[in-house]
């Protein structure tokens, strides 16, 4: 959601409560933080061209958070939550097995890795080549990511027979793939090179490791990223 949907979300067709208020007051620091990043890059992400760009005050953005970072890394692990969510559909969306693995490497970059989040994602990743705060604070989120998705991982797939193979190594190294492909797209400009080379990686796991049968529900709701928002 942008910073503008967000706005056109949050006008009252009826009276709202107080949570429901300062939550549409995040979504929207959250969303233009997210614009920001992708358009302006870390440095030009100022605190000041993110709550003019969210259309708040400035005692709203301090309320909800008291610093840039506070709501930078929030808005990544926001990004990360959303993208749990979207690819957990889509993988129940599929219903033959055999098509999962596949759907969801394309879901994966089409959904996430080749969107203006990831852009925004990889401005914090470079920033925090020089911002040892900033980079343990990325650290710690991704430990958590990866906290949930292993689990994920689990319950959709399971090794080919003799393989010998672990879905979870498999799916970092594919995470690694994908985010090498997306830092360097603007460079590539050819997608359809970009789709073979997920195709590519796609069949070589596929001999690695299989969608498990039968699987119709999501993995255990990972309730850290479902707390309630602040303020």
Sequence with gaps: MSAQSALNAAKPGVRRTQAERSNAMRRRLLAAT??????EGYAGSTLSSIVRRAGVSRGAQVHHYPN???LILDAAEDLM???YRALGAVLLSVAKEDDRLEALIKACWDSLFATPMYR??????????????LAEALRQMLQRVR???EPAVEHYFEPAPGSGANPKALFLQMSCLLAGLAVQAHVIQ??????AQLTL??????????????????PPRPA????????
Excluded: C
């Design 120 to 133: 925004a994602y990889t401005e914090l990743l470079i920033a925090s080549q020089r911002d040892p705060v």
């Design 81 to 83: 939550r959303r993208s």
């Design 34 to 39: 997210v614009e920001s990043l992708a358009e």
């Design 190 to 195: 050819n997608p359809s090179l970009i789709h």
């Design 224 to 231: 850290a990223w479902d707390r309630p928002a602040r303020g």
């Design 147 to 149: 906290g949930v998705f």
């Design 201 to 218: 990686w796609s069949k070589q796991a596929g001999s690695l490791m299989y969608a498990r049968k039968g699987v119709r529900t999501p």
């Design 68 to 70: 840039k970072q506070a």
